[in-house]
């Protein structure tokens, strides 16, 4: 468990480090693309339908896998839109 | 152990994909950082740890991308802060789903994992149906203003106890049937929490659901012990949460006065006043006082975006160079729906980006300005964000346009700005109101300055 913490604590760090300069111009496709990538949870949802063992865990478990994919595929490419107006 | 290396390797990615977008040489090749490791980790989950089921949700990631891409793809520019909202929203959505379905299939449950379900149920929730109510403001399906019920704030305590209390509850009794209600309180908690934030700050609220996302996801991390959920959730909160603050900054307000109301008692305030006399102009005289400048500072709102003026205003910007006027554009750092999202929609616009100026650049030499053009923009201009204590926008940094040698200013209608709060600029001797729909009128002066 204590790993998980650590991982966790220096996660934080790495977090508040990589955005602490960015011109407000970019607030948005940063935040977009921070979005984007929270949509890993995606990862846990097909992990935990593939291995739903009651209806309800494999029910709850699609419903999560579907919601996550829009999340993921939505975020990255609505940011690769925005971004492309910058290419100059 | 190949399986942990993928889950590194995709972590990596997430880390420069964050550090590529805050940087405008690399950003693009960032989101592509990103999207590469977010493939990595969901084929590498699939292929190791589906176990059954494979093809469902094969068909479930189907139905996801045949609806996430459309939406995306379809969105127009203007709508973009609403597209995320919602995009972050599902995310918040899934993660509780996930708690949830793990909750039912332990056995065993420790307290350490009770804890992490708890909170991503929690988290999740409220992260969902605040963002679902943002976009609702957004897209102004509901108003725009803060929305305050009676005993919203009792209610809102009540939310949020009950949810901790559910919490407690469902740590000691392991009872999944507390857990879907702990789901339902935090549904509340998020409506309740984003209902009394004013318009123009729920671009801060979406920054700030966005990191809570990141954080049960993070969370969701301890519920199936996978390092690469807790990495990147964390990586997002944390980056989520500087965010919020940037923008903050941006507005030149506290994150706690954004989200707990300074709106409350003041935005009323405004109205009942007499009917005031304002000075309106015809697009002959704008023309000219525009055509013979030295020197135009246009300064672009959301409602050049939504009325597609980008274009227009371009042309006429590129007449009026023509002719000798030297023009740039201020570009405020909230001016849209987002920060930075004005300069997205002038971008798409092909507005070279060396004409987009930021407030300092703007103010210091703003006396010497002839023409400020405001077109569909107000708050941003709004002296009352100077100069009155008892504005709700009050401390916002604005463009002190007011100062220039005139001011024209394009409006559809006397209506206030997105924050609703009335704007001493237009009644400004100065000040010459030009009525009619942004593009419309952009292209009557552009014909108008030819003609000069």
């Known amino acids: ?88 | 152990m190949i399986v942990q290396l993928m889950y590194l390797v995709a972590a990596l990615c997430f880390i420069l994909a964050l550090k590529g977008l805050s940087s405008p040489k690399y950003a693009r090749y960032g989101n592509f950082i990103g999207a590469f490791g977010m493939l990595v980790a969901v084929v590498t989950a699939y292929v190791h740890g589906v176990v059954h089921n494979g093809l469902l949700i094969l068909i479930a990631v189907a139905l996801g991308v045949a609806v996430g891409i459309p939406a995306a793809r379809s969105v127009k520019m203007t709508a973009i802060p609403q597209m995320v909202a919602l995009f972050n929203g599902v995310g918040g959505a899934a993660a509780a789903l996930v708690a949830l379905a793990e909750f039912f299939a332990v056995r065993d449950p420790g307290f350490l994992f009770l804890l992490a379900t708890v909170l991503t149920v929690l988290i999740g929730s409220v992260s969902f149906s605040g963002s679902v109510v943002t976009f609702l403001k957004l897209q102004e399906l509901m108003t725009t203003r803060p929305v305050l019920l009676p005993a919203g704030q009792q209610l809102a305590i009540a939310a949020g106890v009950s949810s901790v209390a559910l919490g407690a509850l469902v740590m000691t009794t392991e009872n999944g049937l507390l857990l879907w209600l702990l789901a339902i309180a935090g549904l509340a908690l998020g409506v309740l929490f984003v209902l009394p934030v004013g318009g123009a700050d729920v671009p801060i609220a979406i920054s700030l659901l966005n990191a809570f996302t990141g954080l049960a996801v993070a969370a969701s991390g301890y519920v199936l012990a996978n390092t690469l959920l807790i990495v990147a959730g964390t990586l997002v909160g944390a980056s989520g949460t500087i965010l919020t603050r940037l923008m903050a900054q941006a507005m030149g307000r506290s994150l706690a006065n954004i989200l707990f109301g300074a709106f409350k008692a003041t935005a009323v305030a405004a109205q009942g006043e007499e009917q005031r006399t304002v000075k309106a102009g015809t697009v002959e005289d704008v023309a000219i006082l525009l055509g013979y400048a030295n020197n135009v500072v246009v300064v672009p709102g959301y409602g050049l975006a939504v009325a597609q003026a980008q274009h227009a205003a371009r042309e006429l910007v590129s007449q009026l160079e023509q002719r000798g006027v030297s023009v740039s554009y201020g570009i405020h750092p909230v001016a849209g729906r987002m920060p930075g999202h004005m300069n997205v929609l002038l971008a798409e616009a092909d507005v070279p980006y060396e004409q987009l100026k930021e407030l300092d650049d703007i103010n210091p030499g703003i006396t010497s300005v002839d023409v400020a053009l405001v077109v569909g923009a107000n708050d941003v201009v709004n002296p009352g964000a100077r100069d009155e204590p008892s504005s709700p926008i009050y401390g916002m940094p604005i463009f002190d346009v007011d100062r220039a040698k005139s001011v024209v200013f394009m409006k559809r209608s006397m209506r206030p700005g997105f924050a609703g709060v009335d704007n001493e600029l237009l009644y400004n001797p100065k000040t010459t109101l030009l009525f009619g729909d942004a593009k419309d009128s952009l292209t009557k002066l552009l014909a108008a300055v030819k003609a000069l």
């Open chain 1, 1 to 88: 468990m204590i790993d998980l913490l650590t991982i966790f604590v220096l996660a934080v760090f790495v977090g508040f480090e990589v955005v602490s300069k960015v011109s407000t111009i970019l607030h948005t496709p940063l935040m977009s693309g921070a979005n984007a990538i929270h949509g890993v949870i995606l990862v846990g949802a097909i992990l935990i339908t593939g291995s739903a063992e009651s209806t309800l865990e494999l029910v709850l478990g699609l419903l999560a896998v579907f919601l996550a994919t829009v999340n993921v595929v939505g975020g990255f490419v609505v940011t690769d839109r925005m971004l492309e107006m910058f290419r100059k």
